[in-house]
């Protein structure tokens, strides 16, 4: 049976930073790479909270001046790498929809890319649950993000239920806890190294995810009255 639901991943953002002058030119955006990279790595070494810019920029192999040249805050530094790793993350999950596979293949397929792309993204990601939580001004865009993403699982859990699938679920609460199941697991699992004591790898983890996903969605009044007797 093949069916189509939402890309488990944010979408690529309406609005973005403007682009500065300093990023026109070849070097420019070598310069910005560099900055991106090295914000990367501190914020996977030292957490979002403990990075200060001038470690940033002695990262980057460019000085603190330079720095503003692109980027006013650290904020506006990360605000640019959860959009790039959106942009990533979303190209990766919507080929096995649109190559039209089974809906539970398709699913873990996008559960994988979202997982592939946090991983080598951990440095931005530890950043991002950690600004949430403090910058005012990040959190307000991070939940604009999120918003978006909500609406349009939202969406693809109105079109299960108009197929006679999760009756009486409200979309949009729904839509939210799995994007939170989501987001959290990979921040435990692949930014704070998992639970304690517990085996882990990648199989069992979208395999976890997918099933949570899927029987969330998926399933018929009839079928649980079946299993309830």
């Not at 939940?143 to 679920?169: S, T």
């Not at 399933?219 to 309830?228: I, L, P, T, V």
């Amino acid at each position: 049976m093949t069916g189509t639901s939402a890309p488990v991943v944010l979408p690529v953002p309406s609005r973005s930073l403007p682009t500065r002058t300093a990023k026109a030119t070849r070097k420019g955006r070598q310069t910005d790479e560099a900055f991106r990279d090295a914000a990367r790595l501190v914020f996977a070494r030292d957490g979002y909270l403990n990075a200060k810019i001038s470690d940033i920029a002695a990262a980057a192999g460019r000085s603190v001046a330079s720095f503003y040249n692109y980027y006013d805050t650290k904020a506006d530094l990360l605000i640019a790498l959860a959009e790039e790793f959106h942009a990533e993350a979303t190209s990766m999950a919507v080929l096995p929809y649109r190559a039209g596979l089974a809906r539970d293949e398709a699913l873990r397929e996008a559960v994988a890319g979202f997982w592939r792309t946090y991983a080598k993204r951990r440095g931005e990601l530890i950043g991002i649950f950690q600004a949430a939580m403090i910058e005012g001004r990040f959190r307000d865009r991070w939940l604009e993000l999120r918003g978006e993403a909500i609406a349009r699982i939202a969406g693809a859990i109105r079109a299960a239920q108009a197929d006679g699938y999760c009756p009486g679920v409200d979309p949009v609460l729904t839509a939210s806890a799995l994007s939170a199941m989501l987001e959290h697991f990979c921040y435990i699992w692949l930014g704070q190294g998992g639970e304690k004591d517990v085996p882990f790898d990648d199989e069992r983890a979208l395999d976890a995810l997918a099933t949570i996903w899927v029987k969330a969605v998926y399933w018929r009044e009839a079928a649980m009255d079946g299993r309830a007797r």
